[in-house]
């Protein structure tokens, strides 16, 4: 039996891929790197550990103890993290990855991480390979399609989202009447969307879109029922994600959520 290991995040994507992967015959070692993990990965792994996210060592030590040769990096983790007081101590080796970097744009720090991981014989694996169903198609997924005024501020917020994607910044921004409200960085979708929700008073228009060069590795757009309550309390009115490059967990809850709140949802 093939053993994979999940360095989860938060959301409820890594135990999608948990789940999955356990269908597919693995044995799944997962462990949780931040506070707030779902409290379903747990029961549906083999073995479980919380270790932070700093402790780079050590997470490699785990996954080496089980003969983990495969891993997937699933589930959010803000950069917030890193400048919390107290939220990380890194042991030797992250300090040694963080000292090694030009700069710590996501996917700098991504790619050293992934760069450490390969030096100890782990693969990093495509983040959609066990859960290509959760990415959707083209089209509009709710009741309501989208407005003439909406659409066309869709249109206007996915063109900057590749943007800043472009730049490294985030993959999120919040739209009205074709003027950016907030601009995603550090502080991650949630926040961003609730900025933008305040500065637009209501009526906002969220756009999630990959960054053009993609790594499919780490850092897969996700939009699942946190975000969409972000989006509620927010007063946005629709959101805009990219098809193939877009997980969606729980998407009956999230279609029937945003059908309930008169919210609508393009794939493009």
């Given amino acids: 039996m093939e053993v994979l290991g999940v360095l989860s995040g938060?959301?409820?994507?890594?135990?999608?891929?948990?789940?999955?992967?356990?269908?597919?015959?693995?044995?799944?070692v997962a462990v949780g790197v931040v506070p707030g993990i779902d409290e379903e990965l747990e029961p549906s792994v083999d073995h479980y550990?919380?270790?932070?996210?700093?402790?780079?060592?050590?997470?490699?030590?785990?996954?080496?103890?089980?003969?983990?040769t495969e891993v997937t990096m699933i589930g959010k983790v803000t950069k917030e993290v890193?400048?919390?007081?107290?939220?990380?101590?890194?042991?030797?080796?992250a300090i040694k990855i963080l000292a090694s970097v030009p700069d710590r744009k996501d996917d700098?720090?991504?790619?050293?991480?992934?760069?450490?991981?390969?030096?100890?014989?782990?693969?990093?694996?495509?983040?959609?390979?066990?859960?290509?169903?959760?990415l959707p198609q083209p089209g509009v997924l709710t009741k309501r399609k989208p407005t003439k005024d909406e659409l066309a501020d869709m249109e206007f917020g996915f063109e900057m989202?590749?943007?800043i994607g472009g730049l490294d910044i985030g993959q999120t921004v919040v739209v009205k009447n074709r003027a950016v409200m907030a601009v995603e960085a550090i502080e991650g979708t949630d926040a961003c969307i609730l900025r933008g929700g305040?500065?637009?008073?209501?009526?906002?228009?969220?756009?999630?879109?990959?960054?053009?060069?993609?790594d499919q590795r780490f850092d897969i757009p996700g939009f699942g029922t946190k975000t969409l309550e972000s989006?509620?309390?927010?007063?946005?009115?629709?959101?805009?994600?990219?098809?193939?490059?877009?997980?969606?967990?729980?998407?009956?809850?999230?279609?029937?959520?945003?059908?309930e709140h008169n919210i609508t949802i393009l794939v493009k």
């Avoid at 938060?10 to 799944?28: C, D, F, N, T």
């Avoid at 305040?198 to 993609?214: D, F, N, T, W």
């Avoid at 309390?233 to 279609?255: F, H, M, P, W």
């Fill in 10 to 28: 938060i959301g409820h994507l890594p135990v999608e891929v948990a789940r999955s992967a356990k269908e597919q015959g693995y044995e799944v």
């Fill in 49 to 68: 550990y919380e270790i932070n996210i700093g402790k780079i060592g050590k997470i490699i030590s785990v996954l080496k103890k089980h003969k983990v």
């Fill in 82 to 93: 890193l400048y919390k007081a107290g939220a990380i101590v890194p042991d030797l080796r």
């Fill in 108 to 134: 700098t720090i991504m790619n050293a991480i992934v760069k450490e991981l390969e030096s100890e014989g782990i693969e990093v694996m495509d983040q959609t390979i066990l859960i290509k169903p959760l």
């Fill in 161 to 163: 989202a590749k943007a």
């Fill in 198 to 214: 305040y500065l637009g008073k209501g009526g906002v228009i969220v756009a999630k879109a990959a960054k053009p060069s993609q």
């Fill in 231 to 259: 989006m509620i309390y927010a007063g946005a009115t629709g959101i805009i994600i990219e098809a193939g490059n877009t997980l969606i967990a729980e998407r009956e809850k999230v279609i029937k959520l945003a059908d």
